[in-house]
């Protein structure tokens, strides 16, 4: 098992820049496949960035191309998402998710089997 906690959350203004980090501990945490998932009020939560199962590759949903990334650091059991040019319908709790078997779909919530607890992203106009 793994388990997740999401940190770097905030408020911050329409252009402005964050960086969410999500702490893993378990063991083997370059085993999983990692992935960002966002929730909005009254939303479904939705796919945001991920890895494929191997890693060597990454997604991101369309309105999120070119603003943000996905970056992970195996030694410190780290992952992140950098996130520029914040735009007030980025608002939403942000989670970072784990899977631990390459079946599935990398952009489905059914997909992963680990959750943090979300940290919330609030983008000013």
């Known amino acids: 098992q793994v388990q997740l906690v999401e940190s770097g959350g905030g408020l911050v203004q329409t252009g402005g820049s964050l960086r969410l980090s999500c702490a893993a501990s378990g063991r083997a945490f370059s085993s999983y496949a990692m992935g960002w998932f966002r929730q909005a009020p009254g939303k479904e939560r939705e796919f945001v960035a991920a890895?494929?199962?191997?890693?060597?590759?990454?997604y991101y949903t369309d309105s999120v191309k070119g603003r943000f990334t996905i970056s992970r650091d195996n030694a410190k059991n780290m992952v992140y998402l950098q996130m520029n040019d914040l735009k007030p319908e980025d608002t939403a709790v942000y989670y970072c998710?784990?899977?631990?078997?390459?079946?599935?779909?990398?952009?489905?919530?059914?997909?992963?089997?680990?959750w943090g607890q979300g940290t919330q992203v609030t983008v000013s106009s």
């Open positions: 890895f494929s199962w191997t890693g060597g590759w990454t």
């Open positions: 998710a784990a899977r631990s078997s390459a079946r599935g779909i990398y952009y489905s919530t059914m997909t992963y089997a680990y």
